[in-house]
């Protein structure tokens, strides 16, 4: 794969866990945003922000859905913060086999952050707009980043297809329903 070096703006959302209460309006706002069509219905579980709540502990962390990957972690962590001790995998942003975070619930395909970016005149990512509490605080800044080739979005889950029913059933059953068009 072909490596190169050059300049581009880095999109990131700063978590200040400490503010989060908890409300999940990030939640609502990111499912509802990616609904098909738009705003035509939410459902936390199709958000790419999920919020891990230990309300006993007084414990929030918003999560944003990262890369999908095919296995799980070997070997986890436990965290322990100012005192208060967080389960493994709490901070992790993984679509993975290891827990349902991150799949879209009907297809159990992998979903990932995309800044909002399908809206090119938002300012602000949705869920930093609804969170009232300023727990997400979005940052542009200009960085020497290496750039390779990217998997789009269907490749992402088309690998993950593969990974769960093999490449041949996936295609044997691509060809059969193209013959129904
Ligand atoms: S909207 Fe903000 S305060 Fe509410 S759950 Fe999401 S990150 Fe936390
Ligand atoms: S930035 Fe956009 S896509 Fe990412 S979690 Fe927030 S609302 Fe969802």
Redesign the pocket.
């Known amino acids: 794969m072909e490596v190169t070096r050059k300049k581009k703006i880095v999109k990131t959302?700063r978590i200040d866990v400490d503010k989060c209460n908890g409300c999940r309006a990030?939640e609502v706002?990111?499912s509802s945003?990616?609904a098909i069509p738009k705003y035509s219905s939410n459902n936390p579980e199709r958000?790419?922000?999920r919020v891990i709540h230990y309300p006993l502990r007084d414990l929030y962390v918003p999560v944003?859905a990262g890369e999908y990957v095919a296995a799980e972690c070997a070997g986890r962590g436990m965290y322990t913060i100012d005192g208060k001790e967080y389960d493994e995998c709490a901070f992790c942003r993984a679509s993975c086999p290891s827990r349902d975070l991150f799949k879209e619930p009907d297809s159990g395909l992998p979903l990932k952050?995309?800044?909002?970016e399908s809206d090119p005149s938002l300012t602000e990512?949705?869920?930093v707009q609804w969170c009232l509490a300023d727990a997400l605080i979005y940052e542009e800044r200009e960085e020497e980043v290496e750039e390779g080739e990217t998997l789009e979005e269907i490749e992402i889950g088309l690998e993950a297809m593969a990974h769960k029913f093999g490449w041949q059933k996936l295609l044997d059953t691509a060809a059969r329903m193209s013959k129904k068009d």
Request: one cysteine or more; glycine letters at 0%; a neutral charge.
């Open positions: 959302i990030c706002i990111c945003f990616h958000s790419r922000i944003y952050c995309d800044m909002c990512p949705m869920c």
